[in-house]
T-cell receptor
Framework: EAAVTQSPRNKVAVTGGKVTLSCNQTNNHNNMYWYRQDTGHGLRLIHYSYGAGSTEKGDIPDGYKASRPSQENFSLILELATPSQTSVYFC??????????????FGEGSKLTVL | QQNVQQSPESLIVPEGARTSLNCTFSDSASQYFWWYRQHSGKAPKALMSIFSNGEKEEGRFTIHLNKASLHFSLHIRDSQPSDSALYLCAVDRGSALGRLHFGAGTQLIVIP
């Protein structure tokens, strides 16, 4: 079974502070994604990556940066956290090859509370 | 911009019932259609997918896709309490890059 692990699982931050959410995958997938999940909105794409060194903006990138230093690791960075960024963040990996396109493997989520 | 809508928002059914969940999308160029299931406090997990018009059955689960009407659905036969979860439909963005657009979800509760 594909494995995606996130850390930290729970984080409380102060407004204006810096937060880094980390993600590691052992699936050797080229693509990695960061989503946030809020009630009524489903999963919304923040940033994604096609491979080491690449990052692309998703649908709601404002206030977030991403870093993909290696095939295995993908980080989401909040330079100046705001209460509106309180959410559950999910990292996922996947390969866009044929009928596997769209099959994403998600981590267990990181619950972020910004006070 | 892909617009994905799910209905109903929530559903309560008795054990053994047939359950139907619906998803509409706006981009007719979409090629890949997925259902994900998320148990409370857990990660979303891919349930099943369909890529061409018609029907696909896997065990108690069936997907119907009608691209002309921009609609696909998930049907659960003989619903079980363990099926209680948030069901998310997802549609690709018209390219083979694996980026999905998710609906807001249908919360299903199956009463024993």
């Amino acid at each position: 079974e594909a494995a995606v692990t996130q850390s930290p699982r729970n984080k409380v931050a102060v407004t204006g502070g810096k937060v880094t959410l980390s993600c590691n995958q052992t699936n050797n997938h080229n693509n990695m994604y960061w989503y946030r999940q809020d009630t009524g909105h489903g999963l919304r794409l923040i940033h994604y990556s096609y491979g080491a060194g690449s990052t692309e903006k998703g649908d709601i990138p404002d206030g977030y940066k991403a870093s993909r230093p290696s095939q295995e690791n993908f980080s989401l960075i909040l330079e100046l956290a705001t209460p509106s960024q309180t959410s559950v963040y999910f990292c996922a990996s996947g390969d866009a090859t044929g009928r596997n396109t769209g099959q994403l493997y998600f981590g267990e989520g990181s619950k972020l509370t910004v006070l | 911009q892909q617009n994905v809508q799910q209905s109903p928002e929530s559903l309560i059914v008795p054990e053994g019932a047939r359950t139907s969940l619906n998803c509409t999308f706006s981009d007719s160029a979409s090629q890949y259609f997925w259902w994900y299931r998320q148990h409370s406090g857990k990660a979303p997990k891919a349930l099943m997918s369909i890529f061409s018009n018609g029907e696909k059955e896997e065990g108690r689960f069936t997907i119907h896709l009608n691209k002309a009407s921009l609609h696909f659905s998930l049907h659960i036969r003989d619903s079980q309490p363990s099926d209680s979860a948030l069901y998310l439909c997802a549609v690709d963005r018209g390219s083979a890059l694996g980026r999905l657009h998710f609906g807001a979800g249908t919360q299903l509760i199956v009463i024993p």
